[in-house]
């Protein structure tokens, strides 16, 4: 079978929202292929177990679940081109735009695209890290808090995001050890003095880590003070991290609507700010970034674009 002229829809990503959107895809029969350029699962894959994934007690293997995702999408006959994406842009000067995805084996065209892209958690960069990521290095506490119960573990970071995490893991956790380069946070001071308020998180400020130990799993952090240059360690069974993240939409060249963060901004809909154009999953402005979320997003995207096909 040749390739396509002019695709219905392409799906950047296939994470749990570009899947759940391919599925989607597949079921309305539209001419639809998705680009990853890793694996698919995106971002998922550095957890080895989803816990709170809907209808699975007791949680899930992350390989099991997307391979199930992946073969809805793979028996409707939607094609995944493991390939990146370099560029998109936009010819905004027909009625209806029609949109170019520029890949590593050519130039692909479409009616509509859905752009679930995903995003990234910042990383600290330190000896260690890349290692044990899975094995004890997280960047998502609600993901694998479970993994850590009666353990001793520590947060890095200074943000909402690194105070909210700290709170929840110690709901699981036996003591988490907040490390902060500074003395003080960019988080909420509400936050910060409910954190200081519970009897299991114990600051450590002025500090940066310095790098993560650990032969098979983390079994602990090298920290400095940044004031006098003293060096410590800290024995811990995890890490959470939690220094900012930034969504994967470099590629996109087409002027979209984002927020502060440069993520895209949507409508309930998933419809961005171009007409066809559609978001979902992690690199949508949004507040909650979870597996549950994403394909939720992602179905409303699928469905989203189809009516876009009809009604055009």
Same mark, same amino acid.
């Given at each position: ?28 029969? $539209?001419? +639809? ?98 290692? $044990? ?6 960047? +998502?506490?609600? +993901? ?24 929840? $893991? ?109 978001? +979902? ?32």
């Amino acid at each position: 079978m040749g390739e396509i002229s002019v695709y219905d829809l392409l799906i950047i990503g296939a994470g749990p929202a570009g899947l759940t959107a391919g599925l989607y895809a597949g079921r309305y029969r $539209l001419n +639809c292929a998705i680009f990853e350029a890793l694996l698919p699962g995106g971002q998922i894959l550095l957890s080895p177990t989803i816990e709170n994934y809907p209808g699975f007690p007791g949680g899930i293997s992350t390989d099991e679940l997307v391979a199930n995702m992946k073969k809805q999408v793979d028996d409707l006959g939607v094609e995944i081109k493991q390939e990146a994406v370099s560029a998109v842009t936009a010819d905004v000067f027909q009625a209806h735009p029609v949109y170019s995805v520029k890949s590593e084996s050519g130039e692909f065209k479409a009616r509509t695209l859905i752009i679930a892209s995903g995003a990234h958690w910042k990383k600290l960069g330190v000896p260690g890290e890349e290692k $044990l990521i899975g094995r004890g290095v997280s960047y +998502c506490g609600t +993901c694998d808090a479970p993994l850590f119960r009666d353990k001793e573990i520590v947060v890095v970071g200074g943000g909402d995001k690194a105070i909210e995490e700290a709170i929840y $893991l110690t709901k699981y956790a036996s003591k988490v050890t907040l490390v902060h380069r500074r003395q003080g946070f960019r988080a909420a001071q509400i936050l910060v003095e409910k954190a200081r308020e519970n009897p299991k998180i114990n600051f450590v400020l002025d500090s940066r880590v310095e790098s993560i130990f650990g032969e098979s799993k983390v079994s602990g952090v090298v920290i400095k003070n940044t004031a006098g240059g003293a060096v410590s360690n800290i024995d811990c069974a995890g890490v959470f991290i939690f220094v900012g993240v930034s969504p994967n939409t470099d590629f996109i060249h087409a002027e979209l609507a984002r927020d502060s963060g440069g993520f895209i901004e949507t409508d309930n809909a998933m419809a961005t700010s171009l007409q066809g154009v559609f978001a +979902c999953g992690d690199c949508r402005s949004k507040t909650l970034y979870q597996v549950i979320s994403a394909c939720g997003e992602g179905a409303v995207a699928g469905n989203s674009a189809h009516t876009y096909l009809i009604s055009t």
